[in-house]
């Protein structure tokens, strides 16, 4: 039996009258950018990441961007990321003009080590950016309270992260702002790009609605230079029905992460994913670790099961950032994680008996070894 890695076939058809609605009453109002749909979708967003405001932009990688530049990152300072993460991430640290400082990460979480973190600060280090890769957040009280001792301004890469909560505080809400993205494969997707930024401050939100319009406030008159970064209407709209459904579809990932724990407890060949204390994790990936990913993901493709690989090669091994003159063995556990991560489908709608067939699949794997 075949299983997709990930489907939105299951779920569209069920809202799908809801959404017609809603989108034909935004193109009969004629208002498709910086509308109705996109402000409310900003409180909507604020009051369920228990943050002040929240500023919608056109992606998550715009998200991080103008968080960054909002917060006063500058060109020369040194911003702490972790480099086993989506590219996005160091991207919009690079376009800013500032340094990308790697620290490795914990191999237990995936997450950026807080440990190494301390390790990597200098008079120069002006921010953090820890990613909650796979739906489960940094340990942030640790990292904060580092931040507060060194003056550092910390901005979340919370794209993979919607609704992931640490001891009952969501992600995005610790840190000077958060960044999370509306693609459609990530818990909270669009039907398209999209992005928001989450924060506490008003000066930032009030210098991200800047940036995100070309640097301007008042029509035709530009106090930054600024890009054009706008969530559009329908996208608003589509995710303000979604959002409706957002705990839901966490809990089917949960529970459906939870029955892969059962399942596969006794495959000793396999480490399943760790959770932190206090952490509730959203599952945007269910991600184990094995010696022998690649026969396995092989092993399982042959069955017609999707699985996938996140991320295969650290980012300081590409040929693009070379220039920050790191080589390979710097980040031990980074590039031991890249060859052995295996993410498999989790998606809400995913049945018990497909994780089963998954599950058999990887079973029958390990036992003809
Ligand atoms: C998806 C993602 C991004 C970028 O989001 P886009 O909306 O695709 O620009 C950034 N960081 C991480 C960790 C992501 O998973």
Avoid at 198 to 219: F, M, P
Wanted: proline share 4%; with cysteine.
């Amino acid at each position: 039996m075949p299983v997709p890695f990930f489907t939105l076939d299951r779920q569209i058809p069920k809202m799908q009258k809801e959404i017609e609605k809603s989108l034909q009453a935004v193109i009969q109002s004629g208002k498709f950018i910086l509308g109705p749909n996109v402000a409310a979708l900003e409180e909507e967003i604020a009051a369920y990441c228990g943050t002040r405001f929240s500023v919608g932009v056109a992606s998550g990688t715009d998200a991080l961007h103008l968080a960054l530049r909002a917060a006063g990152v500058k060109a020369g300072d040194e911003v702490i990321t972790s480099p086993f993460t989506f590219v996005a991430t160091i991207e919009v640290i690079c376009y800013i003009g500032a340094k990308v400082v790697f620290a490795d990460i914990d191999p237990e979480t995936f997450n950026l080590s807080f440990q190494k973190i301390a390790e990597k600060i200098t008079p120069k280090t002006k921010a953090i950016l820890p990613v909650h890769l796979y739906g489960q957040m940094c340990d942030m009280e640790k990292i904060m309270a580092l931040a507060k001792k060194h003056n550092l301004v910390v901005i979340e890469d919370a794209c993979q992260a919607i609704g992931a909560k640490m001891n009952n505080k969501k992600a995005g809400s610790f840190g000077e702002a958060g960044g999370f993205s509306f693609f459609p494969t990530k818990n909270l997707g669009a039907f398209g790009d999209g992005g928001i930024i989450s924060t506490n401050s008003e000066e930032i939100a009030n210098a991200c609605k800047v940036l995100r319009g070309h640097g301007s406030q008042q029509t035709y008159m530009y106090e930054a230079i600024g890009y054009n970064s706008r969530l559009d209407e329908m996208q608003a709209a589509l995710l303000r029905i979604r959002l409706k459904h957002l705990d839901t579809w966490h809990k089917q990932r949960q529970e459906n992460a939870h029955f892969y724990c059962q399942k596969l407890k006794d495959v000793e060949e396999i480490k399943l994913p760790k959770i932190l204390p206090g952490a509730e994790h959203i599952y945007n990936q269910f991600t184990l670790r094995t010696k022998t990913r690649d026969a396995l993901k092989k092993f399982l493709a042959e069955k017609q099961i999707g699985s996938m690989v996140y991320y295969p090669l650290s980012l300081h091994l590409h040929p693009a950032y070379q220039f920050l003159g790191y080589k390979k063995g710097d980040f031990p556990e980074s590039e031991s994680a890249q060859s052995e991560v295996l993410s498999l489908p989790i998606f809400p709608e995913l049945t018990k008996k497909e994780i089963k067939e998954v599950c058999s699949g990887i079973k029958t794997f390990f036992s003809k070894k």
